[in-house]
C-alpha cells in the first residue's frame, strides 16, 4: 500500500486551511502585502508536517505579455549587448534556454534607465580686449541643445 499525502493550504496565514489537495503544488492569487502562508502534509498514519514561508507581494507596475518582442536567437555566450538605450524607458527580457533535450523558458525580467541628466554650462565668450561678445551660439554634441551667449558673453543653463 502506498502512502497518501493530504496538503492543507493556509494561504494567508490567518489559521484556516483554504484549499485542501493530494498534489503537492496549488496556486493562489495575492493582491499586494505581506504574507505568511502555510501548508501541512498528512500522511496515512495521520503523522504531519508544516511549513511556512514569507512572502511579500509588491506591485511594480505593468508587465507585458509573457512574450516580449523577439529581438535574438543563436546565441553561445552567456550575455548579449543590446547596444544604446534610451533614458527613462523600462526594457524587458526573457531568456527561452534551448538544446537537445528540449527548451527551459525563464521569468519575464525588467529594468528602468536613468532619466535623462542635465547639465549647466557657464563661462564667458569674450574678444581680444576681454568685451564679453553676445549672441554667439555654442553648439553640443547629440541629444543636448545649444545656448546662444547673453549681452555679458555669459551661458545659460542646458539640458
Known sequence: ??????????????????KTTTSNRATHIYNSGEYIP??????NDGAWQ??????????????????????????????????????????YWKVVARNSAGSAFGPVWSFTTKSQPTYTVSGYVKDSSRNGISGV???FSV????????????GQRVT
Open 38 to 43: 502555510t501548508v501541512k502534509v498528512t500522511d
Open 50 to 91: 508544516f511549513s511556512t514561508v514569507t512572502i511579500k507581494i509588491e506591485n511594480k507596475g505593468p508587465i507585458p505579455s509573457s512574450n516580449p518582442s523577439f529581438i535574438k536567437s543563436g546565441l553561445t555566450t552567456s550575455s548579449y549587448t543590446p547596444g544604446t538605450l534610451s533614458y527613462s524607458t523600462t526594457y
Open 137 to 139: 551660439t555654442i553648439s
Open 143 to 154: 541629444g543636448y541643445s545649444s545656448v546662444t551667449t547673453a549681452s555679458m558673453g555669459t
Open 1 to 18: 500500500m502506498g502512502i497518501n499525502l493530504k496538503y492543507e493550504w493556509d494561504f494567508d496565514g490567518d489559521g484556516t486551511y483554504d
